[in-house]
């Protein structure tokens, strides 16, 4: 059992607590645009998951069904707590190699984005993780049952999402045994000193055994984010900037053999060919000024996008896959277009009115004879927001880079710095 969409609303309550929490002691770790973008990241990973888990599930069923050398009973209390001990070691090896080579970072960084620390940060997920799965594959050979992988995997990630946050501190003896805010807190820094450490899911167990493990200092604050920053909340950029830099640096390597041992390498391998531009990790955090209007309608219109994506989700036994596939593609669009307005791009504007438009129109071919009130209610929503924007022309841009959104406030009290030159 997958314990994982039970647990989504109280993510999301937990959020809305941590904000209001920061808002009244004045330790500000949100901003409007960086939540949107970690909150639209895992949005979007549950519409590739249409496909992702659908390759996974074959994958395990054909490697139970003929290679498992025996089932493990569900009804041990050891067998559980085995699989849940043993699942957080592969969870250990397939996060560590999730840094250490580039085909793997390249899906894994998406996680690492977020230039802030929070809650939100953690349903930050990325929609190309297709290979991670093998790291799992001894524990199916072992004879672990897939349901008991399942539940207890779903476990292990219901378990990191508390850890991301600024506003707990230190935890005596648990930081020593388990995953903790603070030991996770260096895990999503960029200092030289804190990169590439602490990978645990649950236990940190695993990183003192084996030599990665680095404690939070408190003369050195974690800044957060990736050396090579994204420089846009576009979901799409966000899950194949890697890919795309990964294979121009394969055609600049020199070296046939650099070409190959590139994606087999840690990021930060730059071999002889390709750019060797030093990446400044206190650069300035990723914040263009928006509008007020902009930052409402994206406000508004990115939770109209999360319910129109778990419609399109609970409709997939219904509709056709050309259809399913159209429906999830244009909620993709309106979380591109909503992040280009966040950029405050030229045209942005003008691409979300298109959008609407072909949304109206898709909820009226497919949907109109599987579920008319969801086709009315879209309907009408497209064409009135249409009509907002048209009417609000003189709101759509802002000039210049806001240093500070609406949300946050840099530095805070939570232990934060401003990196030089922001």
Request: hydrophobic content about 45%; charged content about 15%; glycine content about 6%.
């Amino acid at each position: 059992m997958n314990f994982v969409p039970y647990a989504i609303p109280f993510f999301i309550l937990a959020i809305l607590i941590e904000f209001v929490y920061a808002r009244a002691t004045g330790r500000y770790t949100y901003r409007l645009n960086d939540t949107l973008s970690s909150l639209t990241m895992g949005t979007v990973s549950r519409l590739m998951g249409l496909i992702r888990l659908g390759f996974t599930a074959v994958l395990f069923e054909w490697l139970i069904a003929d290679h498992a050398l025996w089932q493990i009973p569900t009804h041990s209390i050891a067998a559980w707590i085995g699989a849940f001990v043993l699942y957080d070691l592969c969870y250990y090896f397939a996060h560590r190699y999730g840094h250490e080579w580039r085909i793997l970072w390249a899906a894994h960084v998406a996680h690492h984005q977020s230039e802030e620390f929070n809650l939100s940060t953690a349903l930050r997920q990325t929609s190309t993780g297709w290979l991670t799965a093998v790291f799992y594959l001894p524990l199916y050979f072992i004879g672990f049952p897939a349901e008991m992988l399942i539940a207890v995997g779903s476990l292990n990630l219901i378990y990191q999402f508390w850890v991301h946050t600024e506003h707990i501190k230190r935890l005596g003896v648990f930081d020593y045994i388990f995953v903790t805010p603070s030991n996770h807190r260096v895990h999503h820094a960029k200092n030289p000193c804190y990169i590439d450490r602490n990978y645990g899911g649950v236990f940190i167990l695993w990183d003192r055994l084996f030599g990665t493990f680095e404690d939070e200092r408190t003369n050195e604050p974690c800044v957060y984010g990736i050396t090579e920053q994204l420089n846009s909340f576009n979901p799409v950029w966000a899950n194949l900037q890697v890919y795309i830099q990964g294979c121009k640096d394969t055609v600049a390597a020199k070296h046939w053999r650099d070409k190959l041992l590139l994606w087999f390498k840690g990021p930060d391998f730059k071999p002889e060919g390709t750019d060797q531009t030093p990446h400044d990790w206190r650069a300035p955090k990723f914040d263009p000024a928006a509008t007020p209007f902009v930052k409402r309608y994206t406000f508004v219109h990115f939770w109209l996008l999360v319910i129109a994506t778990f419609v399109v989700l609970g409709y997939e036994k219904e509709l056709k896959s050309i259809e399913l596939y159209a429906l999830a593609g244009l909620c993709l669009a309106g979380f591109c277009t909503l992040s280009a307005m966040l950029e405050n791009r030229a045209g942005a504007v003008v691409f979300e009115i298109a959008r609407l438009v072909l949304s109206a129109g898709a909820a009226l071919v497919v949907m109109v004879t599987t579920a008319i009130e969801w086709t009315l209610a879209i309907m009408s929503i497209a064409v009135g927001s249409a009509l907002v924007l048209l009417s609000a022309r003189s709101q759509w841009r802002s000039e210049g880079r806001s240093e500070e959104s609406e949300l946050s406030v840099v530095p805070n009290h939570a232990g934060k710095v401003e990196p030089e030159g922001g």
